[in-house]
C-alpha cells in the first residue's frame, strides 16, 4: 500500500511520507507558464489543464501524494456564485452574505445540483498518470469558505462571520450547513473519480475560541467529511489550542498541524488514534539547507512521538519558494529512518 495511505492507517512505513500543501503553484516555472492567459477559476475548470498542474510537483519532487489543483472556492462557482480569484489577493464575492435574505436565497440552489462533471474528468486524468502514488482531494472547511463570503474576500480577523455566529446563530447554522453540504458533494466527487483521501482545509479557524469552534463550527465539519470511505485529513492553522478538538470526535484520520506547535506536544494531546501531518516552517524554505536541513531533521524526530507522521509544511509554499529546496526536503525525509541525526 502506498506510504500515505499507512500513515492515515496508523502504519509507520520505511519511507515517512511528504507532500506539501500548495505543492501545485506559483513556485513551479512549468505552473506560470502554463498559467499565462488563464484565470484561476478557469483553469481549475478545464480538465486538462488542472490534471496536468496536479501532476507537476509529483514529477518534479518525488512527493508521496499529489493535491488536487482546484480551489476552496471552486464549488460555489460551480453552484453559479459570482466570486473570482483576484492574484496576490484571493477570493473576492460580488455579493457578501450578510443578511437572512441572502443566505435564504443561496441555500434555494441544491448542493446536489452541482456540475461537478469538469472536477470528475480532471481527477480521472490524474489518477490514470499517477499509478500506486495517490491523489488527495479536498474541499475548503465550512467556516473559512463562510469567512470569505460574509467579508466579501480575504480579511484578516473574519470579524464579521464571527459576529454571525454568534448573534444570529440561527442564520450561522443555515449558511455552515449549506457549506458542509456543498463540500462534501465536491470531495465526494473527487472520491468517486479516483481520490484516495481527502483533506478538509480550516485555515482559519484559528482565529475561534475553543468553545465557538466546538459549538459553532466542529459538527458543520464533520458532516462534511463523516463516513466517506477513504482517509481523511483536516487542517487548521493557529489551532494548537484545541487540535483535540480537529479530530471532530475521532472523525478524522490525521490532524495538520501548523509550524507554531511543536510536533511533540501535538502528539501528545492528541494521543494514539491519530496520525499527525506536519510542520516544517514554510519561513524556513528561504533559509540556507544546512539551517532548513536541521529542522527537518528535527520535526521527523519530534514525529516519532505520534501514532504515525506524514510530512508536510506548517502552511503552504509560498510563491517565492525555490523548489529545489521542496526537491531536497522530500530527499531528507525519504533518507531518514530515525537514527541518522
Ligand atoms: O497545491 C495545492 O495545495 C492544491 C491546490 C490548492 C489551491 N488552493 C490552489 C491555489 C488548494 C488546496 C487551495 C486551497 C485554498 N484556497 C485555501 C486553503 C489552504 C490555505 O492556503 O490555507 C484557501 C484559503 C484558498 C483561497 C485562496 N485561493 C487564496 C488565499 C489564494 C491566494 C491568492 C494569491 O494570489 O496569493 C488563492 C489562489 C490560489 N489557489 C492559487 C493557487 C495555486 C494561486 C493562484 C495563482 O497562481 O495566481
Known amino acids: 500500500m502506498a506510504a500515505l495511505l499507512r500513515a492515515l492507517a496508523g502504519d509507520r512505513p520505511e519511507k ?34 488542472a490534471a496536468e498542474i496536479t501532476l507537476q510537483p509529483v514529477r518534479r519532487h518525488g512527493v508521496d501524494a499529489a493535491i488536487f489543483f482546484s480551489d476552496i472556492v471552486v464549488p460555489l462557482r460551480l453552484a453559479g456564485v ?34 461537478t462533471e469538469p472536477i470528475k474528468q480532471a481527477v480521472t486524468a490524474v489518477v490514470n498518470e499517477l499509478g500506486d502514488t495517490p491523489l488527495i482531494g479536498f474541499a475548503g472547511a465550512p467556516f473559512t469558505v463562510a469567512a470569505y ?10 470579524l464579521r462571520a464571527r459576529a454571525m ?29 479516483g481520490a484516495r483521501a481527502i483533506q478538509l482545509f480550516d485555515s482559519w479557524a484559528g482565529s475561534l475560541s475553543v ?7 466542529a459538527p458543520h465539519s464533520r458532516a462534511a467529511l463523516h463516513d466517506l470511505g ?13 487540535l483535540p478538538d480537529m479530530t471532530l470526535g475521532n472523525t478524522v484520520d490525521a490532524v495538520g498541524v501548523d509550524w507554531r506547535t511543536p510536533l511533540s506536544e ?19 524554505l528561504a533559509a540556507p539547507w544546512p539551517v532548513l536541513e536541521q529542522h ?3 520535526v521527523l524526530q519530534q514525529g516519532r512521538n505520534a501514532r504515525a507522521h506524514i510530512v508536510n509544511l506548517g502552511h503552504g509554499v509560498p510563491p517565492e519558494t525555490n523548489p529545489d529546496q521542496l526537491t531536497r526536503i522530500v530527499e531528507t525525509v525519504h533518507a531518514f529512518h530515525g537514527e541518522n541525526i
Open 82 to 115: 459570482d466570486v473570482e480569484i483576484v492574484p496576490g489577493k484571493g477570493p473576492v464575492f460580488a455579493n457578501p452574505i450578510r443578511t437572512a435574505a441572502d443566505v435564504r436565497k443561496l441555500c434555494e440552489i441544491d448542493p446536489h445540483d452541482l456540475d
Open 266 to 284: 501535538a502528539a501528545a494531546v492528541l494521543g494514539p488514534n491519530v496520525t499527525v501531518q506536519g510542520n516544517i516552517d514554510p519561513a524556513l
Open 296 to 298: 527537518v531533521h528535527d
Open 165 to 193: 455566529m454568534l448573534t444570529e446563530p440561527t442564520l450561522w447554522h443555515q449558511l455552515a450547513a449549506w457549506l458542509a453540504e456543498v463540500a462534501r458533494v465536491f470531495v465526494s466527487a473527487q472520491r468517486d473519480a
Open 230 to 242: 477513504v482517509g481523511t485529513i483536516h487542517f487548521g492553522v493557529g489551532t494548537g489550542g484545541f
Open 149 to 158: 463570503m460574509i467579508e466579501g474576500g480575504p480579511s484578516k480577523d473574519h
Open 16 to 49: 515517512t511520507p511528504v507532500w506539501f500543501m500548495r505543492q501545485a503553484g506559483r513556485s513551479l516555472p512549468e505552473y506560470r507558464e502554463l498559467r499565462v492567459g488563464t484565470r484561476m477559476l478557469d483553469a481549475c475548470l478545464t480538465p486538462d489543464m
Open 211 to 217: 468553545n465557538n469552534y466546538r459549538e459553532h463550527v
